[in-house]
């Protein structure tokens, strides 16, 4: 019985590990209308800032080599492991009612299948905050995949290298247009990636490996 549970235990952790390799997207943002784009009422407006926060906090605005690329999810040969991005956008001269929201970005690089999602950057931290980066700032990599959901996307990685559009929800529109008549200057939001829930043909070989080798040891017992 102990056999068997070993066995188990080893399996699982195959499994888990089938999807603990690098499983991100990074793609550029260069700050400019053909960058990423959010496209409001039909009209489309470039991202005026955008990076990436590691679990760890940190985020450096001055590494111009980086500036304005996002990156999320998690990256063994990274240095930091796990990642969530941002982006902000200028509101000047923007109008509510907004009735209709998309965003398109550049997905330069994905490694493994996954979900990306954007969320509702709602932190006390302020967007200047949110910009200046520095250390230790887990508040901000908590908030940017924690808050109201504005849109999700399945990726493969036949995806890299493609620009690819993400339309936004309600609540995103309900949050932009507060933003508008509220009169702010700035309106942020995050991003994450995370695996795919369906398993990959490694993982259901990894499984089927598993309970094989379970029943092999429960056939062994009885002879």
């Not at 784009?37 to 489309?44: A, F, K």
């Not at 006390?124 to 924690?146: F, H, M, P, V």
């Not at 036949?158 to 509220?182: C, H, V």
């Amino acid at each position: 019985m102990k056999r068997s549970l070993a066995f188990i235990a080893v399996g699982l952790a195959l499994v888990g590990n089938a999807h603990a390799v690098n499983t991100y997207v990074f793609g550029f943002s260069d700050n400019s209308a053909s960058g990423s784009v959010l496209t409001i009422n039909g009209v489309s407006r470039g991202i005026s800032f955008a990076g990436s926060y590691s679990s760890t906090g940190f985020y450096d605005p001055t590494d111009v080599d980086r500036l304005g690329n996002y990156m999320a999810g998690h990256c063994d040969s990274c240095l930091y492991s796990d990642y969530r991005n941002f982006f902000v956008v200028n509101l000047a001269g923007l109008t509510a009612p907004v009735t209709s929201l998309t965003f398109t970005l550049d997905s330069f690089t994905v490694s493994s299948a996954g979900i990306y999602t954007l969320w509702d950057y709602a932190s006390s931290e302020s967007i200047t905050q949110l910009k200046a980066g520095g250390l230790n700032w887990t508040s901000i990599y908590d908030d940017l995949g924690s808050q109201a959901v504005y849109g999700s996307r399945n990726y493969m990685e036949s995806d890299s290298d493609l620009f690819r559009t993400l339309e936004l929800n309600q609540s995103a529109r309900d949050d932009l247009n507060a933003a508008i008549s509220g009169g702010k200057t700035q309106w942020a939001f995050g991003g994450s990636f995370a695996p795919s829930p369906i398993p990959e043909p490694e993982t259901y070989a990894l499984m089927l490996a598993g309970l094989g080798m379970v029943g092999w040891m429960a056939k062994r017992r009885k002879v």
